[in-house]
Each structure stands twice: as structure tokens, then as C-alpha cells.
């Protein structure tokens, strides 16, 4: 018997600007298929979510990031009909999330997944309850930061991960609740994945070690299932070790931290999606 | 834009720009009528022939007359303290840092920048060039880097010209790019050079113009370098009421290439304490247009020129050193010379430089200020660990390559002259902070 393929997906769209690197990411960490597809070629039904184990939304600025980030293109998710079908590319995801399929956004497609109430998704409901907004700073920013990992957290992506080092990018990174209880039961689930934090790895909302003023510190949430997974740092820009700030003065493994959330994902796959 | 589109691929082109949300609009054909024939709702609204459209501008001819300025080298007085000259060169706007405005844009998008435009131990560090890698399965690397040196101008445009140009490779070689696998890309920005009742010095502007063409074409030629693009915008020049300002002559020289493995890329920051600094090139007294005499005021007349030809021998020898992986850092001298470029290494890698200007190959005669903030051309700053001394020193064996000093723990650069008179002595903090704090808000 042939062996199962691990199949990953990334969404590509008017704006997106890091799928190619999110699909190498995925074929380095062990997947056998890493498409680059195009929203327009999803809407015209060419291809299809089911056909897929992991979901990539990638970084950029999906259509424009018109309405504020990636809300245009939330929009355009929630609502433009696939051609000949009154079934939207959210109903594909809606049903990629109920098979037990894991999906991950990447800046952009973490606004993206919070905008369209995929994250957090605390009562399960698909209602928007948080959002990222412009840095205190106000202004873009890249710059590499120390993120903490909540060792409790259900995240596939982050299991048995401490602390990673990774770039942020973005203007609009602020991660904001609609009130406290949404930012408690975040933290009592366990939910806020990963927390910007200084050089001795402790959460932290003194810029610039938190870049754009987080409310506590989040950096990226999970859902209650740890399948779906966002964050603002880009997990896909460290993968090797030349992508390092410091990779001339310092002794570095080939492997980048970043790749560690790739193999996660891709191992859960192998073990639990096509045993 | 505009595409030709074979008639019998419209259908499919109009069906896919549709599905990709693009305008697509089939507006007319080609003909062999030898004419450009434009209608509006069936009426002719244009009809040129090919040859007007081709060969109907007429050729302008613009005056020009190359009048050397009568400028003199000014009598400066021996600075008391150059800790404090070197601080005011490195808060000055051309040479302080520029990282609140680089953080703003993504240098680091598509996950393939090797060499980043901010290096070093605390990720602050000018780097030279930036390296990347637009193909992630592969190694190869293009480096890009750039030139610019418009107050030259002042003085000469050719030797503006020739600084750009040099500049852009040197910085494009200081971080392993391959000076024999490389192009340039010419970028001006000028004033208005046609004579006119609004540009009475026009014919100076016009000269201005060919002698930077004349370097254009002397430099490139000699370094081997195609241009494969560049771009132009002539008339920069503002007026309100009786003020007209005109910006100077201004070429940015980019350069674009090949590092045959972006893992022997090297950055500008010192590495580890111990290794040995060498200087690579000849320091002349060349402060004409220079910023330590911008910063007193003065502009000088002995602009800094190009020795194309031992510039390319001591880069072809660079990139073996680097092939070979015997350099640990590596920067360029420019704006602020040879104490800028010091201090620069030694923040960026967080700790200390000592060097005797005493083994500095310079002119006869040249005072400690000059050696110190001389912006001669082709010069780079190296630091090799010592285990690659014998090696390196054999590679530019019969070259412009002197050690010079060495990196300390002590966190301060340590500049001694003649009889190891201390000349600067300056904690490593203090000079990043002169360097920092100008921009850092803005």
C-alpha cells in the first residue's frame, strides 16, 4: 500500500507576500505536498480545502489589508460564493476544522483568522473577540523578538517548545481583547500560546522586547483544541540557521527554531490524522 | 500595463484576468499600415506614421562649459580633542544611524535575507550590504548594495561619480559579493542643466553632467562592470519668489551580484577579542567634500579619486580571503573615514578596537586629523582571527594591507599616534550613543 501523504496548504491572494516560504517550511518539515494555492482558484472551485491536512494563511496584506488588516479579506473568505456552489471558502474551513485538521496563520493570516472568529473560538462559536490593531508605536516594525511558550497550552504547533526567537513584521500587531473575561479565559484555557518576553524569557510589556504593546504580552492564541493556531512572529522566516541576526558571530544549529511549529504540526498529522 | 496577446489566447487571457479580479481591456491590434491609428467611437483621433513616432523628436543639443571652481584647501587647526570630533562625525545626518527608519521596512520578507541591513551583537550594527537568498533550496546569494557621495560634487562631478561607483562595489565585496560576477544600475538625480533665464549656470550644470557621464563610462569600464539599468530625474530644482534651490549632482550607484555560497557572507562587526585589524588600502589627504571638513564648515579641494585598477586586485584578493574563509568581519571606509569606520566595527560587535595610526599607510605629511577622517577611496576595514594570520598576510603579499591593531575586550576604542600618544580613547557606548541619538525618535 502506498504510504498516506502529509498534504499542506497555503493560501495565496491578492496581497499575500510569504506562501512561498511558508510552503518550504512545510516541505522541509516533512510534508509530501505543499500547494500554493490562489484564492481565485479555490473560489473557482478548481481546488479544495478537503483535500488538504494543514491549512497555511500566510503573511502580507490580503486584499489590500483595505478595512484594516486583512479584514477585506476576511470578508471576501466569509462571503464570495465558490463558482457554481452557495458554499463560501469559511464553510471549506468550517469543515476542515470539524475532520480534525490543523490550521496556522502567519501574521497576516493570524489577522486574518481572528478577523474571521476562528481564533479564539472560545464557546466554539465563530463571533469575532479579539483583534489585532496598530502598534503603540505606531508605526511597522521588524525586529526579531524572545517568545515564550506556555508549556500547558493544548497548540500542537508549540508542543515540547520552551522558547522560540523569531522576527515580527507588522504594523498592525497589537493583540486586543473585547473585555477582560475573553482575556481571562484566554489565559485560564491556556489559550495565549506565545508571549513576547525579555532576553531571561519572561513575558513582558517593556518595548521593544513586546514590539507593538500586546495586551498581555500575547504574541499568538490557539483554539481550544490547540489545532488552530495564529500568531503576529513568523515562525517560517527562522528555519535555517543563516536566517539568524546573528548567525556570523554566533555557533547556531542548521535548524532554525522556526521550523520546530512546521514538524510539530506535521508529526500530529502522521500520528493522529492518517494512522 | 499593456500586453500582446496572440487573438486566439483573448478568450482564455479575458477569462483569467476575470477570475483574477484585473481589468482587462482588448483595445486594437497590430497592422502593417506603417501608421499609429487611434479612433474614439469610430473617429479618427490620431494617425502617426511609424517614422514620426520613431525619429520625430529632434535632437537637442545643450551647451555646456567645464569651468573648475578655484578652491583651495582650508587651514583648519590641529582639533584639541578627538574624542570629541570623532562623537560630532558620528551624530552628523550622513553617518548617524538610520535603523529607526530601516525597522520600517520588511528587510526580511520571503525569508531569504542572509546578511541584513542592521547586524551585530545587539542587531544595530551599519551593515554594508545586504545578502539574500531568492531561491530558499539553494545557497547561491545575490548582494545588493549601493553608493552615494553627492557632496563630491561640489568640487567635481567625475571624481563624484567615481567615489559612487567605488563605493557601491566595496560595499557589495566587503560582505563576499563576487566583483567578477556583478552589474550596476546608474541612478541620477540632477538639477535642470539646460541654460535658460531660470538656470543662468545652466552650461556649468550641462559640464557637470558629461563629466560624471566620463566617469560613468572611464570606472565601469575599468572595474568590468555592465549597467544593466538606472533611471533619471533631470529637473530638481524648487523656486519661491528670488530663492531657487537646486539640488546637487547626485548619482546613486547600485550594484547587484552574485555570492557563489551566502554562508561565507561576512558582516562588518568585530567578531571576537584578539583577532588582528588590518586596514586595506592607501590613505591620502583626500577631505575635499569630506564630512569632517562639512562639519567645520569648509568643503577643500582635494576631492578623493579612484585607482580603479588596485582597487579591483585588492577586492579579487578579498573575495579569495573571504572564499577561503580567513575574514572575520569585514567594512567599508566612507563617510567619516577611517575613526568612523573604527568605531563602527567595535559597537557593532560590542567590544573594544586599539590601533596605532602609526602603521597606517598614509601621505607624507598628513596630520592625525587627516589620517582619522580622510575619505580616500577603496579602503576597507578587515578583522581576522590570529590562527589566519600567515594566510591572510600571503594573500595580499605585494598590496596595500596593513595590521594596524587589534580587537580588545576592554570595551573602547583605543586610537594611539606616533610615540603611542593617545589621540581617541572613547568607551564603545558613548560612540554608539553619538551615532544613535540623532535619528532614533524620528
Known amino acids: ?275 | 500595463m499593456t500586453l500582446a496577446v496572440p487573438a486566439d489566447k483573448l478568450e482564455a487571457f479575458v477569462t483569467l484576468a476575470k477570475e483574477m479580479d484585473v481589468e482587462a481591456t482588448d483595445l486594437g491590434n497590430f497592422t502593417d499600415s506603417g501608421y499609429f491609428h487611434c479612433l474614439f467611437e469610430g473617429k479618427t483621433v490620431s494617425y502617426l506614421s511609424m517614422e514620426f513616432l520613431h525619429e520625430g523628436v529632434p535632437q537637442m543639443v545643450i551647451p555646456a562649459k567645464w569651468q573648475p571652481k578655484s578652491l583651495s584647501e582650508p587651514e583648519v587647526e590641529t582639533p584639541k580633542n578627538l574624542n570629541d570630533e570623532l562623537q560630532k562625525l558620528l551624530s552628523r545626518l550622513n553617518i548617524c544611524s538610520k535603523e529607526s527608519v530601516v525597522r520600517r521596512y520588511d528587510h526580511e520578507v520571503q525569508a531569504g535575507t542572509v546578511i541584513k541591513p542592521l547586524v551585530g551583537v545587539a542587531n544595530d550594527g551599519p551593515s554594508d550590504a545586504a545578502v539574500f537568498r531568492p531561491i530558499l533550496d539553494s545557497f547561491t546569494g545575490v548582494v545588493v548594495s549601493h553608493g552615494i557621495c553627492p557632496s563630491y560634487s561640489d568640487i567635481d562631478t567625475y571624481h563624484m561619480m567615481a567615489c559612487a561607483i567605488d563605493e557601491g562595489l566595496r560595499n557589495y565585496v566587503a560582505v563576499g559579493g563576487d566583483i567578477d560576477h556583478v552589474a550596476g544600475l546608474d541612478n541620477f538625480c540632477w538639477c535642470d542643466p539646460v541654460q535658460s533665464e531660470k538656470t543662468p549656470d545652466g552650461e556649468y550644470k550641462a559640464a557637470q553632467l558629461v563629466r560624471a557621464n566620463k566617469a560613468l563610462y572611464d570606472y565601469c569600464v575599468a572595474f568590468g562592470v555592465p549597467l544593466i539599468s538606472g533611471k533619471d530625474s533631470m529637473k530638481n530644482d524648487y523656486q519661491i519668489g528670488d530663492t531657487k534651490i537646486s539640488i546637487p549632482p547626485t548619482v546613486l550607484f547600485s550594484v547587484i551580484g552574485k555570492i557563489a555560497d551566502a554562508r561565507k557572507s561576512v558582516s562588518m562587526d568585530v567578531k571576537r577579542p584578539d583577532d588582528l585589524v588590518y586596514l586595506l588600502g592607501d590613505t591620502h589627504n583626500e577631505l575635499g567634500g569630506s564630512e569632517y571638513y562639512a562639519e567645520l564648515g569648509e568643503l577643500g579641494s582635494n576631492v578623493p579619486k579612484v585607482d580603479a585598477e588596485s582597487a579591483l586586485h585588492r577586492y579579487r584578493t578579498l573575495n579569495k580571503a573571504q572564499e577561503q574563509q580567513l575574514v572575520a568581519s569585514c567594512h567599508d571606509l566612507s563617510d567619516g573615514g577611517l575613526a568612523v569606520a573604527l568605531a563602527e566595527k567595535a559597537f557593532a560587535g560590542g567590544y573594544g578596537i586599539k590601533v596605532s595610526l602609526a602603521k597606517v599607510a598614509a601621505d607624507v605629511g598628513m596630520r592625525e586629523d587627516q589620517i582619522l577622517f580622510s575619505e580616500s577611496q577603496s579602503r576597507l576595514l578587515v578583522t581576522v582571527h590570529r590562527e589566519n594570520q600567515t594566510t591572510f598576510e600571503a594573500l595580499f603579499k605585494g598590496q596595500s594591507c596593513q595590521r594596524i591593531g587589534t580587537v580588545c575586550t576592554q570595551p573602547e576604542l583605543l586610537v594611539t599616534g606616533e610615540n603611542n600618544k593617545v589621540l581617541i580613547s572613547s568607551p564603545i557606548d558613548l560612540l554608539k550613543e553619538a551615532w544613535q541619538a540623532p535619528l532614533r525618535e524620528m
Open chain 1, 1 to 275: 500500500m502506498m504510504p498516506k501523504q502529509v498534504k499542506a496548504i497555503v493560501i495565496a491572494g491578492n496581497g499575500t507576500n510569504c506562501e512561498r516560504e511558508v510552503a518550504f517550511a512545510c516541505q522541509l518539515a516533512g510534508a509530501d505536498v505543499a500547494d500554493i494555492v490562489h484564492v481565485a482558484e479555490l473560489l473557482a472551485g478548481r481546488a479544495k480545502l478537503e483535500d488538504y491536512h494543514f491549512l497555511n494563511l500566510a503573511g502580507g496584506f490580503l486584499d489590500g489589508d483595505d478595512l484594516g488588516s486583512a479584514k477585506a479579506g476576511a470578508n471576501r473568505l466569509l462571503n464570495a460564493k465558490i463558482a457554481g456552489s452557495q458554499e463560501t471558502i469559511a464553510d471549506q474551513i468550517r469543515q476542515f476544522v470539524a475532520d480534525g485538521k490543523l490550521v496556522m496563520g502567519v501574521c497576516n493570516g493570524f489577522q486574518l483568522m481572528v478577523k474571521m472568529g476562528l481564533l479564539p473560538a472560545l464557546a466554539g462559536g465563530s463571533k469575532q473577540s479579539c483583534s489585532l490593531t496598530f502598534n503603540d508605536g505606531g508605526r511597522f516594525e521588524d525586529r526579531w523578538t524572545w517568545l515564550k511558550v506556555d508549556s500547558d497550552s493544548p497548540c500542537i504547533f508549540t508542543r515540547g517548545l520552551d522558547a522560540v526567537y523569531l522576527p515580527v513584521r507588522h504594523g498592525e500587531g497589537k493583540f486586543v481583547a473585547d473585555n477582560k473575561q475573553t482575556l481571562g479565559q484566554l489565559e485560564q484555557q491556556n489559550l495565549a500560546v506565545v508571549k513576547y518576553a525579555d532576553v531571561n524569557l519572561h513575558p513582558t510589556m517593556e518595548y521593544p522586547d513586546n514590539p507593538n504593546g500586546s495586551e498581555c504580552a500575547i504574541a499568538g492564541i490557539c483554539d481550544p483544541t490547540g489545532r488552530l493556531f495564529g500568531l503576529m512572529p513568523h515562525p517560517e522566516a527562522y528555519i535555517h540557521r543563516t536566517h539568524h541576526p546573528r548567525w556570523t558571530r554566533e555557533e547556531l544549529p542548521e535548524e532554525g527554531m522556526g521550523l520546530w511549529m512546521y514538524q510539530n504540526a506535521i508529526s500530529f498529522i502522521r500520528e493522529e490524522l492518517l494512522k
